[in-house]
């Protein structure tokens, strides 16, 4: 059984163990030592990286009180190495921990709302809770949890006894028994927890709650600590401060900006469509009334432009059907009639030409592949 350093000393970057086991996994290998500072994934924390007797580290989980180390290389058993975590990473794994440990404990106080599911993500920290908050109420937790940051508070550890631990009042997402970890940030929570936390609460830096969702009778509430938190403001400022550039706006005034531009742009797209349904009636106008079937081709239109054009078509002809380039060496086409069920025709065009689509009664639209000539002569045949 590996002797676990990141237990007894959470900050502990660098160490000398000894090779205990090593044996292939999939395209790597798994090492084993006899004691180890690299946390293996659990509790919703994953596992350590970084590099064990100059072989790279991915990956740390445990099994049955061993921690294997997830190696690029071999290293061979009974030798004594020199390791190092990756500690920046691990540090903001603690500061996230312990971060969601005080969201959560906050909430429950607040709201009587257990955290039915934790994920450190490579995006964000997420938070199942048991239950709905709205924006106010977010907004709430996350001004008391950096006040408790800003109180810079001891995070304690400890082991109570079964006595003990009977008349504690901690959280926990199951029934516990022998050994339990309890992890408590005064004034925050009280929860029982296998992860690597900070020593004080200062340390977390900053607590941010970006953005909630519905999910699964409850709600879904991604954060960030420190300095995940940190980096994800100054990726967001930069941003912000660019698209105030281009908006010709303060950075304040960015969304009304946007707003503009969106109801101007779905004008434009109005007006556009207008212009673009007369200059398709202009052109059916090629095409006799009661014509037989008007068959079309026509550049730099999606399925939407071709929808319109073949409207226009059907108005004067008994079968219509348009043909643009998709881009890829095929064809976007829509099919339409006002004498027939045009779903059987598309149909047969897409057996013929190695086609895919589908519709309605009035239009079915797709993608085929072939060339001009042979499309133009096979519509001919559609009966």
């Known amino acids: 059984m590996t002797e676990k350093w990141y237990y007894t000393d959470p900050y502990l970057r660098r160490f000398t163990a000894t090779v205990t086991g090593c044996e292939p996994a999939g395209t790597g290998w798994r090492i084993t030592l006899d004691r180890t500072a690299f946390y293996p994934e659990g509790g919703g924390q994953p596992g350590d990286s970084g590099q064990i007797g100059g072989v790279r580290v ?22 004594k190495v020199e390791a190092e975590i990756d500690w920046d990473r691990r540090f903001s794994l603690m500061q996230n921990h312990s971060g969601e440990h005080i969201v959560s404990g906050i909430i429950h106080r607040l709201f009587g709302l257990d955290n039915v599911g934790f994920h450190m993500g490579s995006d964000a920290v997420t938070i199942d809770l048991s239950g709905e908050l709205n924006a106010e109420q977010l907004a709430q937790v996350e001004r008391e949890a950096n006040h408790a940051v800003w109180a810079d508070r001891e995070i304690q550890i400890a082991y109570p006894g079964p006595e003990a ?179 059987p025709l598309g149909k047969a065009l897409n057996q013929a030409f190695s086609g895919r689509g589908g519709g309605n009664r009035e239009l079915v639209q797709g993608t085929i592949l072939g060339g001009q000539p042979e499309i133009a002569a096979f519509c001919e045949t559609l009966g």
């Open 58 to 79: 991915s990956d740390t989980h445990e099994k049955g009180g061993e921690v294997f180390h997830t190696a690029v290389g071999p290293l061979e058993p009974g030798r």
């Open 165 to 343: 631990l009977a008349r504690l009042d901690y959280r926990s997402k199951k029934e516990l028994t022998g050994a339990v970890r309890i992890v408590t940030v005064p004034g925050s929570d009280v929860c029982a927890c296998c992860g690597t936390h900070v020593r004080r609460t200062g340390e977390i830096g900053a607590i941010k709650l970006l953005t909630s969702q519905r999910s699964k009778g409850g709600v879904r509430v991604w954060m960030l600590c420190g300095a995940r938190a940190l980096a994800d403001y100054a990726a967001k400022n930069t941003d912000l401060y660019a698209i105030s550039g281009l908006l010709s706006a303060k950075i304040h005034e960015t969304v009304p900006a946007v707003e503009r531009l969106l109801a101007e742009n779905a004008h434009l797209e109005q007006r556009a469509a207008q212009l673009e349904k007369q200059l398709f009636a202009m052109k059916a106008e090629r095409f006799a009334e009661g014509t037989d079937r008007a068959v079309v081709f026509e550049e730099g239109l999606d399925h939407a432009a071709l929808r319109r054009y073949c409207q226009a078509l059907c108005a004067r002809a008994g079968l219509a059907a348009a043909f643009s380039p998709d881009g890829q060496g095929g064809w976007r086409y829509v099919l339409g009639s006002t004498k027939r069920d045009p779903r």
